[in-house]
């Protein structure tokens, strides 16, 4: 972050050199400049983030120098020192929209106070700029010129070197996801950013900025931590995460996302298969356990989480039956063993295995069996005997 120190007193920048830990507070790049004259002609070309600038300084005062910024297209955060504590500076000041106005002799904590308020401050603004250039490509909106710069100017800023696109698609709550909880492990050190941007409810774009060169392998390995962390969360819910190549040029973001957006519809074509197979399997070892409960098809589909359309198809195409023909199957053969094991009457078997009256448990016995229940006790009590 650029820091410009517009004053006539040499002492006041030797002062604030030896005195201001200006890198342990995100200041990279410093121009000391002497008069008014000099701030605004300077602050053109280098493009100051902050400013600090005396009032009262030969040639061009400090507030006439703000006044000739006030046309720059981004005005630097404007910080006064002056040794002049009157109104009228104070009054003009707010109109040229000074952050701050500090008294001389300088109170070095009150300074860094302002800094470190100043640079959260810049951080915010351009992680919004970048969010919004993100949600336009997200959108398939093409970025005009003037978008590349500022996308630019803001990774610059931030110390952004490269980045890598996810997009996160699924039956999931994109915010749900996206919480503290599963995203924790997202900002290392400072060293990585996460810009997000929401193209449907079942669909995020989260842009990766990095500070340093973290490597494919990394962000693959966060990944699947992060699948796991949610397999672990909702079983039953299908996730997948697609990602880019690791970029370095900003002209590439639509790129990376069209890349981003085809592996996770690949995976979530993959991840979805399995993820039915395996709720399939869970729900016909309930079936098998649960025979006298609501085993409805909605029922269970609620229970699952999962759609009922969705169910019956692949349940079918797994088990090789419908699902409530697999049900009536493992209530009959429930009903079969209770009829040669125990001497209860059919009202009692019939609520053992789920139905709520007798005559329509016989019906459906007769239906698959071919016999009533009192025909299959008795045949299967003869054979028993012969």
């Known amino acids: 972050m650029k820091l410009m120190i517009a004053d006539d007193q040499m002492s006041l920048h030797t002062f604030l050199d030896k005195m201001m830990d200006w890198a342990s507070l995100g200041i990279t790049d410093i121009l000391h400049v002497y008069n008014g004259e000099e701030a605004a002609a300077q602050a053109v070309t280098y493009k100051p983030d902050i400013l600090i600038i005396d009032i009262r300084m030969p040639i061009l005062d400090g507030l006439g120098a703000l006044k000739q910024l006030q046309s720059m297209d981004k005005r630097p955060k404007s910080v006064i020192l002056s040794a002049y504590d009157q109104f009228e500076y104070a009054r003009d000041a707010l109109r040229l929209h000074v952050f701050q106005y500090l008294l001389k002799p300088v109170d070095t904590r009150l300074l860094e106070n302002v800094i470190i308020e100043l640079v959260q401050e810049i951080h915010a603004e351009n992680h919004l700029l970048i969010t919004n250039c993100l949600d336009k490509a997200a959108h398939r909106i ?48 400072n060293e990585l950013f996460s810009f ?6 079942e669909n995020r774009i989260i842009c990766f900025g990095m500070k340093k060169a973290y490597n494919y392998e990394y962000l693959m390995e966060l990944r699947e931590s992060l699948l796991k962390k949610w397999g672990e969360e909702a079983p039953d819910r299908i996730l997948s995460i697609g990602m880019s190549r690791i970029e370095t040029n900003i002209e590439e973001l639509s ?3 069209n890349v981003s957006a085809h592996a996770a519809q690949t995976n979530l074509n993959q991840s979805g298969t399995s993820k039915l197979e395996h709720t399939v399997r869970k729900i016909k070892a309930y079936v098998e356990s649960k ?24 349940f079918k195409q797994e088990i090789g039956v419908n699902y409530w023909a697999f049900v009536t199957k493992i209530r009959m053969q429930k009903a079969a063993h209770l009829l040669l094991e125990t001497s209860w009457k059919n009202n009692s078997i019939a609520e053992r295995i789920g139905f709520v009256d007798e005559s329509h448990f016989s019906r459906t016995f007769k239906k698959y069996f071919g016999v009533t229940p009192k025909e299959y006790r008795s045949s299967q009590i003869v054979d028993k005997d012969a």
């Open 291 to 314: 025979v006298d409960d609501d085993l409805s098809l909605q029922t269970v589909a609620d229970q699952f989480q999962i759609d009922k359309y969705q169910l019956s198809r692949i």
């Open 196 to 201: 997000k941007s929401t193209i449907s409810s």
């Open 255 to 257: 790129s990376a996302i």
């Open 142 to 189: 093409p970025l005009s010129n003037t978008d590349l710069i500022i996308l630019r100017d803001s990774f610059q800023l931030l110390g952004i070197t490269r980045y890598a696109v996810w997009t996160v698609s699924g039956n999931v709550p994109m915010p749900e996801f996206l919480s503290d909880k599963c995203m924790s492990s997202i900002d290392v050190q």
